[in-house]
């Protein structure tokens, strides 16, 4: 707001009756521009390393059930891997990673101990 009275009176102005169209700057400031698209892009490279780490965790809680951890487990370190690649920050994808693998670990000790326990009731 201008104290001063300096800003075009709106009454004069033919731009500003209803009906006209304000005039509107040529050129945005680069400055603003610049930011507001790299978050844009920054968020959605982040959307695959926060599901990576989401399935690594999926996989890390359902290691008792190997089908859901399989899957679970190898999608989340695929999109582990390319968000580590597209991505600037690490962090939440490499926690992906460990938890998937850690999963898929744990998943193929289930699958083991389910083979052992079918063989010893065969025999």
């Known amino acids: 707001m ?9 009454r004069n102005d033919p731009s500003m009756q209803p009906g006209g169209q ?3 700057p040529q050129q ?3 400055g603003n ?5 790299r ?7 982040n959307r695959m390393a926060i ?10 809680i359902f290691f008792w059930a190997p089908p859901i951890s399989l899957i679970t487990g190898i999608i989340g370190m695929v999109m582990a ?5 597209k991505e600037d920050s690490k962090a939440m994808p490499i926690i992906g990673m460990i938890l998937s693998i850690i999963g898929l670990a744990l998943a193929s000790l289930m699958i083991l101990g389910y083979i052992v326990e079918y063989l ?3 025999y």
């Open 81 to 85: 891997i390319i968000s580590l690649v």
């Open 2 to 10: 201008d104290y001063n009275n300096n800003m075009p009176d709106w």
């Open 51 to 60: 599901a990576a780490l989401v399935l690594g965790i999926v996989t890390l």
């Open 28 to 30: 945005y400031p680069p």
């Open 39 to 45: 978050e844009v892009g920054q968020q959605k490279e």
């Open 120 to 122: 010893t009731y065969m």
């Open 22 to 24: 304000p005039p509107y």
């Open 33 to 37: 521009s610049q930011v507001v698209l």
